[in-house]
């Protein structure tokens, strides 16, 4: 047990809707050894299947544009920007990410993949301006991504190159000025694949690993 000073603000997002996820499972293993760790860690459970996401479309696509665009938001607009600003508010309360991410058709769920579309806005979680480009704005956290799927597509494998799960998280994580990123297989999860119960205990013993140390996986990356 550590005593930690300033204890972390630890969000875990679940994207996956099943009742007996293993990626929800892992990720769950990760913060039970971390709360061990960490008593005083703040730890908020984000479950995206049941979050009241606004449509992004209409007034909320206009506002986005008018940002873009360095004009002023009509009231329909701050209205609807209003909705994205208190998601993205929340999700930047936190100092430290678990994302427990199912992979659906090669990537991810829409359901994770609407959220990211809400909180990724510019001025807001990333910039972008001519003689700069793209340019993350959410700084100084720090993430850990179970990912789980039926078969295997870790480095070697021969589904390597279908990955688009793993590619996006990571590249959407640098996207928004995250690169403090560990990432946990927990696949294959098919029963029948050989290496299902290897790779099992494997994301276990990564996601206990993980939660080691004085202030675990978050401290490491800092
Ligand atoms: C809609 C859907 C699409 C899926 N697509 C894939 C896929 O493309 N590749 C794969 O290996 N597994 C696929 N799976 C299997 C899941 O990734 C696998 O069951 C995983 O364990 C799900 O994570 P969870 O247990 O956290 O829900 C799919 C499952 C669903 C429900």
Redesign the pocket.
Known sequence: MTHDPTPPRVLHLIA?P?R?????AIGQAHLDDLRRQHPGAHIETLDLWSLDLPSIDGDLLDAKYAILARRPHEPAQAQAWARVQALVAQFLSFDHYVF?V?????GIPYRLKHYIDVITQPGLTFSWTPERGYEGLVHGRTAVVVY????D?TPGSPLRDWDQQKAFMTTWLRYIGIDAVEAIDA?P??PSEPGAPAAREAAEARARQLAQGPFGVVDRMR
């Open positions: 996956s099943r007996g996820s293993s990626s929800t427990s199912p992979m659906w058709n090669l789980a799927s039926a078969f597509y696949g999860t098919r």
